[in-house]
């Protein structure tokens, strides 16, 4: 795993991203996304994970604009919105992303959700986005393992990410396996279970021992299960202490224990009943 907040991890088709990353799940776009990203980005994230449904793209572009980083030094994320599946819809959701976020390229363009029978049909237009170089890598988002075996057997360019809900309440354990040996990359969001987990008995405990905050023993736990993460918090000093995971490691016994918690609780929806 990586050993600072800059370093990378390599996807299957070459192109480096990094590990830690921020997200901007539900922050308000104007000011609130923008003061986030840049304080995000003076800590030293380099990857900003953001989607069209998140209607914060604006904020995100202009934090990107001010904040004195090289756009090349940066990967950027978003995905297509629910309903915009389809070919045409999803060149066009594209384009609308890139305008509002005010780039020339995304490096990774997710399908924000599978749905019920779209998605091969949306994959298509992302294999073509990824083929005129105007993203440099391509993804998926929610994807149970029937979703992904469908797509492989149905595309001609294989995903490098599988964005899911994962946290030590919903360890997805199948999922991630099946994404090992097809070396699909699993990003987790909702790391820390909405805030649910920061009062854990078992957290608060290996925190104490280790004088570090729930958060952190969180993170960590996902960057030592080779996990890409995206926390999120529009607090300064929580931006930067989430980025403060590379001082200590936990033991295999506690990652046992977390791992132990896991009672296949979402927070978010089930793909399996999210239709449109």
Same mark, same amino acid.
């Given at each position: 795993?990586?050993?600072?907040?800059?370093?990378?991890?390599? *996807?299957?088709?070459?192109?480096?991203?990094?590990?830690?990353?921020?997200?901007?799940?539900?922050?308000?776009?104007?000011?609130?996304?923008?003061?986030?990203? %840049?304080?995000?980005?003076?800590?030293?994230?380099?990857?900003?994970?953001?989607?069209? @449904?998140?209607?914060? &793209?604006?904020?995100?572009?202009?934090?990107?604009?001010?904040?004195?980083?090289?756009? &090349?030094?940066?990967?950027?994320?978003?995905?297509?919105?629910?309903?915009?599946?389809?070919?045409?819809?999803?060149?066009?959701?594209?384009?609308?992303?890139?305008?509002?976020?005010?780039?020339?390229?995304?490096?990774?363009? *997710?399908?924000?959700?599978?749905?019920?029978?779209?998605?091969?049909?949306?994959?298509?237009?992302? &294999?073509?986005?990824?083929?005129?170089? %105007?993203? %440099?890598?391509?993804?998926?988002?929610?994807?149970?393992?029937?979703?992904?075996?469908?797509?492989?057997?149905?595309?001609?360019?294989?995903?490098?990410?599988?964005?899911?809900?994962?946290?030590?309440?919903?360890?997805?354990?199948?999922?991630?396996?099946?994404?090992?040996?097809?070396? @699909?990359?699993?990003?987790?969001?909702?790391? *820390?279970?909405?805030?649910?987990?920061?009062?854990?008995?078992?957290?608060?405990?290996i925190a104490k021992k280790h004088g570090?905050?729930?958060?952190?023993?969180?993170?960590?736990?996902?960057?030592?299960?080779?996990?890409?993460? @995206?926390?999120?918090?529009?607090?300064?000093?929580?931006?930067?202490?989430?980025?403060?995971?590379?001082?200590?490691?936990?033991?295999?016994?506690?990652?046992?224990?977390?791992?132990?918690?896991?009672?296949?609780?979402?927070?978010?929806?089930?793909?399996?009943?999210? *239709?449109?």
């Amino acid at each position: 795993m990586i050993s600072n907040i800059g370093e990378t991890i390599t *996807l299957h088709n070459g192109v480096k991203m990094p590990q830690l990353g921020f997200g901007v799940f539900k922050v308000k776009n104007g000011n609130e996304t923008v003061e986030s990203v %840049k304080k995000a980005i003076e800590v030293g994230y380099r990857a900003i994970d953001t989607a069209a @449904i998140y209607e914060n &793209e604006e904020g995100v572009g202009q934090a990107i604009r001010e904040c004195g980083v090289p756009r &090349e030094e940066l990967f950027i994320t978003s995905k297509v919105w629910n309903t915009e599946q389809g070919y045409e819809t999803t060149l066009k959701a594209f384009e609308n992303s890139l305008n509002r976020l005010g780039l020339e390229y995304l490096d990774l363009y *997710l399908i924000h959700w599978p749905g019920k029978d779209k998605y091969l049909e949306t994959w298509r237009a992302l &294999e073509k986005l990824y083929k005129d170089g %105007k993203v %440099k890598s391509i993804g998926v988002s929610n994807f149970h393992v029937h979703h992904l075996e469908n797509l492989l057997a149905n595309s001609e360019v294989k995903p490098v990410v599988n964005q899911i809900e994962l946290h030590p309440l919903l360890t997805q354990v199948e999922i991630r396996d099946y994404c090992a040996k097809h070396e @699909i990359k699993v990003e987790s969001w909702s790391p *820390l279970g909405r805030g649910n987990l920061l009062e854990e008995p078992t957290i608060k405990h290996i925190a104490k021992k280790h004088g570090k905050s729930s958060a952190q023993v969180l993170i960590r736990w996902h960057l030592q299960h080779d996990l890409v993460v @995206i926390p999120k918090s529009i607090t300064p000093s929580r931006i930067k202490e989430n980025a403060q995971v590379f001082d200590f490691s936990l033991s295999l016994n506690e990652m046992n224990q977390i791992d132990a918690l896991n009672r296949n609780e979402r927070f978010g929806s089930n793909p399996d009943e999210l *239709l449109f």
